[in-house]
């Protein structure tokens, strides 16, 4: 696996190979043992403490939109409350209901939080991954995050619990369907780049994909809303109708271990979307592309932010119709286009130069302004008229003089 | 052989007393098939306080304080309504200056209500918590006149029998002023993000509905009558106090849908804002308060019943006096709770998330409905 050097990287294979210049090669499993415990314990804690800054930040935005302050009290800006948080959460009693499967109930929270934490391993922070090249990288991101589903359905139904059953179902019917267009949307990812490893991906976007596919883009990026249930598809937690959705009865750590998953889910998915259509660690030169990476995940969270502080629900039929009407059918277009454009534009060994990537993104960005001006024109029903009349007169034909 | 036949059942939810979108300890028991109600049937009575036998015990000024405590959202117009029964039982008049008070007072507190009305109509679709403080800073400003008005901010009892506690001072016609020059602007802004938002449309625009015909029949009042385009208005139909001077008109909505009843309420906003202009322009000088009201008053044995066009409805106090310094018998006709006597048939046949959205959509205040 680890037969050619990487140079400064921070992958599997250096690491590796620092812990076995301490040990003697006869101890060659102990090296990969600990090889693996250092990584794991890298990548949790890096996206633990990434996600104790992001609950700060979120809070502080939200009460910018909100025209209020947020959290300022403990620590300067108040930086310090997300540790105030966890301090109060793991403090709280961790109740079982009565009724519960006890089993499935205390398994689920680490169910939704492990795929979360999984998906990061393979996203090429640098050259590379923490994972070297895995050459699956893409297939591996949707296998493991259709775990979510099964996490929730966990937590509702394990419950006994009205209000987190009908959360669990909700989330079980949309996390389905929106897993199906955000698939197609990568497919035809992987048509451009001719690869499941998201280092060749990354490498390929000489042109970022966000440019040569719009349609894929938006596809993506709703049905990833959708994915890790944020507003306005917030359908499984929808706080004014279900209370707190699959996760009403916990509470304590358990109830911790989720809202660290959900807080989590806005940085992992942004980390997939930079890597898959913002170019990864591609930017221009002074900046490192580290730094470029971390600026465009939090733009991609900002967005993301501001769609939560300014959006209502949409209601669950409007949401399925919406991923089986509109997203499923523009993820297929979206294919059907960049295979035809792939098959007319490539070379003798399959490649696509930047010209044709940029001369794909002008037609598809004319496409994309096309069908979504068309959408806006003739599908959307007339709902914009304010009927509302004035009357200067009020009767109904009583008369109240002699009362 | 034959297949085992596969029946469901509806589930039975009960939302509320806790909830957090029932505004209140308020409680729906809602059957379910699958997100589409079946049945649903309110169930209060969780604040009761028994203000109406209370009433009994109180001399006539006391009251108002109780009614306070009826629609807290709204103190100013549960005080007028009261004041003006008492005022109707025992022929007291009032000056010219206090009707002035009373009207800019109750118009002010009609915006504040609606405003929280709108805001946490939007909170319960889903827009968590962003409109609701917009909604919020603008009512700061009208519970900072009302403090300069009275001292209070929530349970105002500024309102008394033959007039108002004291006069307005000099900071609030200030604080007045700067609020009539820029609430506009801000409910252009409200409108400007919500009226045209495709998501507020797309779960707002035919839901619910309620036919003119149904909302006369079940009694409703208020805004929700009137966005059903039932051209009904007490300030119209019957005028109290100064109405009957003031110029501004009645918004009908067409369809009596949710988005309907929030647009009912914007435009009622604007008309509040006319009358409190024309108020303030032509507001007297003279006596805020009768003198010879006694402290204890002694109306003579009989009945007298007046209503008020408040913020969520006809408000009504009906006293019955047997010449004793207490009513022998207060009845309160409270809009929000003759309000829910249709809600069931509303409900049915829409989904889970309508539920909300819908009970959202009539304003109701738990302190009134539960009294």
Not at chain 1, 208 to 215: G, K, R, T, Y
Not at chain 2, 43 to 71: C, M, N, P, W
Not at chain 2, 106 to 135: K, V
Not at chain 2, 243 to 253: A, H, N, R, T
């Amino acid at each position: 696996m680890c037969n050619e050097s990487n140079g400064i990287s921070f992958d599997f294979c250096s690491i590796q190979g620092i812990i076995g210049g301490f040990l003697p090669e006869s101890l060659d499993w102990l090296v990969f043992l600990l090889t693996a415990i250092t990584l794991s314990f890298l990548v949790i804690n890096a996206l633990v403490l990434s996600t104790a800054i992001y609950t700060w930040f979120e809070r502080r935005v939200l009460g910018r939109f909100q025209a209020r302050l947020g959290p300022n009290r403990w620590g300067p800006f108040g930086l310090l409350q997300p540790i105030a948080d966890l301090l109060k959460l793991i403090s709280k009693e961790d109740l079982i209901p009565d009724q519960a499967d006890r089993i499935v109930f205390s398994i689920a929270p680490v169910v939704f939080l492990v795929p979360v934490l999984l998906v990061v391993s393979v996203v090429p922070l640098g050259g590379d991954s923490f994972l070297g090249r895995l050459n699956i990288g893409v297939l591996f991101i949707i296998a493991v995050t259709g775990l979510n589903t099964i996490a929730i359905f966990m937590a509702g139904w394990a419950s006994r619990n009205k209000y987190a059953m009908l959360g669990a179902m909700r989330g079980v019917a949309m996390l389905i369907s929106y897993e199906i267009p955000m698939a197609l949307a990568i497919t035809a990812i992987l048509l451009i780049s001719g690869s499941f490893a998201l280092t060749t991906i990354v490498n390929s976007q000489s042109v970022f994909f966000a440019l040569v596919q719009p349609i894929g883009f938006f596809v993506f990026f709703t049905a990833s809303l959708a994915e890790m249930s944020r507003t306005p598809f917030d359908q499984i937690e929808s706080e004014s109708e279900l209370g707190s959705g699959y996760h009403t009865e916990y509470s304590g750590m358990k109830y911790a271990i989720f809202q660290l998953a959900e807080f989590m889910a806005p940085i992992v998915t942004a980390i997939i979307i930079t890597t898959l259509y913002l170019g990864g660690t591609r930017g221009f030169d002074p900046i490192p592309g580290q730094l470029w990476f971390v600026l465009k995940v939090f733009l991609l969270v900002f967005l993301m932010l501001w769609f939560r502080a300014t959006w209502p629900r949409l209601r669950i039929d409007q949401i399925m119709s919406f991923a089986w009407k509109a997203l499923f059918g523009l993820a297929l277009f979206n294919l059907v286009l960049l295979t035809i454009e792939v098959q007319l534009l490539q070379d003798g060994e399959g490649k696509l130069q930047t010209d044709d990537l940029w001369l794909m993104s002008a037609i598809n960005w004319g496409i994309a302004l096309l069908i979504f001006v068309m959408m806006a024109v003739f599908k959307s029903p007339n709902r914009h008229g304010i009927n509302a009349q004035v009357s200067s007169t009020a009767s109904i034909g009583l008369k109240l003089e002699d009362k | 052989m034959s297949m085992p036949k596969f029946t469901t059942e509806p589930v039975t939810i009960n939302l509320g007393p806790q909830h957090p979108s029932t505004h209140g300890v308020f409680r729906i028991r809602i059957s379910f098939d699958g997100e589409d109600v079946v049945d649903a049937e309110p169930v209060f009575g969780y604040l009761h306080r028994g203000t109406e036998k209370l009433a009994e015990s109180r001399t006539y000024v006391q009251i108002v304080t109780l009614t306070d405590r009826l629609d807290y959202v709204s103190s100013m117009s549960n005080n007028l309504s009261y004041v003006l029964a008492v005022e109707k039982l025992a022929d007291i008049k009032v000056p010219e200056r206090a009707m002035f008070l009373r009207v800019i007072s109750a118009e002010l507190q009609r915006i504040a209500s609606h405003l929280m009305a709108i805001g946490f109509w939007l909170n319960d679709l889903g827009a968590f918590a962003t409109p609701l403080m917009y909604c919020f800073r603008e009512r700061e400003k009208i519970l900072d006149m009302f403090e300069m008005l009275c001292g209070a901010r929530i349970t105002l009892s500024y309102m008394r029998p033959g007039g108002v506690l004291q006069d307005a001072p000099e900071e609030f016609w200030q604080a007045l002023e700067v609020f009539l020059k820029e609430f506009p602007g801000y409910i252009h802004e409200l409108e400007d993000l919500i009226s045209g938002n495709e998501i507020v449309l797309a779960r707002s625009k035919g839901i619910g509905i309620l036919s003119g015909a149904d909302a006369v029949n079940s009694s409703i009042t208020g805004p929700i009558l009137r966005a059903s385009n039932v051209n009904w208005d007490l300030r119209k139909a019957d005028p109290y106090e100064i109405y009957d001077q003031l110029e501004f008109d009645v918004p009908l909505g067409e369809n009596g849908d949710t988005f309907d009843r929030y647009i009912v309420r914007i435009l009622e906003m604007k008309e509040s804002i006319k009358i409190v202009n024309q108020c303030k322009e032509n507001i007297p000088n003279g006596k805020i308060r009768e003198s010879n009201v006694p402290f204890f008053i002694r109306p003579p044995e009989g009945d007298a019943y007046a209503s008020v066009e408040g913020p969520k409805g006809e408000l009504g106090f009906y006293l019955v006096s047997d010449g004793g310094i207490s009513p022998y018998r207060c009845h309160i006709r409270a809009p929000s709770f003759i309000n829910l006597t249709s809600l069931t048939d509303m409900l049915k046949g829409w989904k889970m998330g309508d539920v909300i959205n819908i009970f959202g959509s009539l304003d109701v205040v738990i302190g009134e409905v539960d009294r």
